[in-house]
């Protein structure tokens, strides 16, 4: 099991940007789809933005849409997420992922019960704290 690894959650005012970095040490790193996902206090884990092999195409949660992007180099290993005009509603915790199937990321919050199981790989999740 490879363990991807998160940075750059804060504590921060509302109207904030961050960066969120993921570095993924996986032997064919461009193979895989990478997706981040959060988990706010009291709810269930969601899907926040998927980005393909190729980073050609990318999917988000309509919840962020226009205010974070995702974005990967397959040179660095890296996949990122840019977060802007944070809300406190985002306060949660992020976590990164990678599939070597697209599917397996878009359909997992959809799916009955343990459709998260079917990701390959996760992080342990970076803390982001937006202040009102």
């Known amino acids: 099991q490879v363990q991807l690894v998160e940075s750059g959650g804060a504590l921060v005012e509302a109207g904030a940007s961050l960066t969120l970095s993921c570095v993924a040490p996986l032997h064919s790193f461009s193979k895989y789809c990478l997706a981040w996902f959060r988990q706010a206090p009291g709810k269930e884990r969601e899907f926040v933005s998927a980005?393909?092999?190729?980073?050609?195409?990318?999917k988000y949660a309509d919840s962020v849409k226009g205010r974070f992007t995702i974005s990967r180099d397959n040179n660095k290993n890296m996949v990122y997420l840019q977060m802007d005009k944070l809300k406190p509603d985002d306060t949660a915790v992020y976590y990164c992922?990678?599939?070597?199937?697209?599917?397996?990321?878009?359909?997992?919050?959809?799916?009955?019960?343990?459709?998260?199981?079917?990701?390959?790989?996760w992080g342990q999740g970076t803390q982001v704290t937006v202040s009102s």
């Open positions: 992922a990678a599939d070597l199937a697209w599917v397996d990321l878009i359909e997992a919050q959809s799916e009955y019960g343990s459709g998260y199981a079917r990701i390959d790989h």
């Open positions: 980005i393909n092999w190729e980073g050609t195409t990318t």
